[in-house]
């Protein structure tokens, strides 16, 4: 942890599912009150998630967040008061095509969901009630595309591979981790059931590290709180570092601190602590 005091933070990044959205997928009115009082402290607020743009722009607005919103992993930063892209490091045509055609093979093909992000819109090969899930919790449209090779006539934002079966999840991760150094593709993990590919070098840390740059301070400035495997990179970057108790063991060890679990307002309770009572 930061030996600065902890008055000194100027900033204030939150991950969106597990973190300020629990299982109700709302923020609760404890957490948007204490991001509120940070703000009124002078404390900005920004929000890095995995989720897409349009996705996550709910959440913007409903905590009042004032700065460029950080989506996809880090891959689209994006101004949702001026509607300027700051940022968009899409995944290269030829890893993205590679992708597909593994996620395709036919021991996989039936046990995995795929699902292409280009240009903030969301393709799949079909609606099946994995996605049907999907699109009620993140609210958003999606087009449907057999041959998801048809859809890199430009650069993708994400691939993500969505199954059920944890351990099918954790063995690719494994494997692409393998096929793919970090210098070719960063492949992550944000819940236990997605398994997220974006360009090399994008993650939350380094998009962290433009906000920062954009605002003229420096890393020790930031608290950032998040809750999984997608957020390490933050934690790691931030003066303060917390994981929500609800973080799988190995991320809490990561933490500079342990926030009560998201069904707890655990963010409220770290603003409280670092900001409010600092």
Partial sequence: MSSLSTAQIKLLIVDIDGTIAGSSNQVSSRVKHAIEAAQAQGVRVGIATGRMYKSALRFHHEIGADLPLIAYQGAWIQDPATGITHRHLPVPIDIAQEL?????????????????????????????????????????????????????????????????????????????????????????TSVPIFL????????????????????????????AIGDNYNDVEMLAYAGIGVAMGNAPEDVRSLGDWVAPHVDADGVAVAIEKFILNA
């Fill in 100 to 188: 597909i055609d593994y996620f395709e093979q036919s021991h996989l093909r039936d046990k995995l969901s795929i699902h292409v992000y280009r240009d903030d819109r969301l393709y799949v090969r079909e609606i099946n009630p994995d996605t049907e899930a999907y699109i009620g919790r993140s609210g958003v449209e999606v087009i449907a595309a057999p041959d998801l090779r048809t859809v890199l006539t430009e650069r993708p934002t994400k691939i993500l591979a969505m199954s059920e079966d944890i351990a099918l999840i954790q063995s690719l991760l494994t494997e692409l981790r393998q096929r793919y150094t970090p210098a070719k593709l960063h492949v992550t």
């Fill in 196 to 223: 997220e590919t974006t360009q090399a070098g994008v993650n939350k840390g380094n998009a962290i590290d433009y906000l920062v740059k954009l605002l003229g301070i420096t890393a020790e400035n930031v608290l």
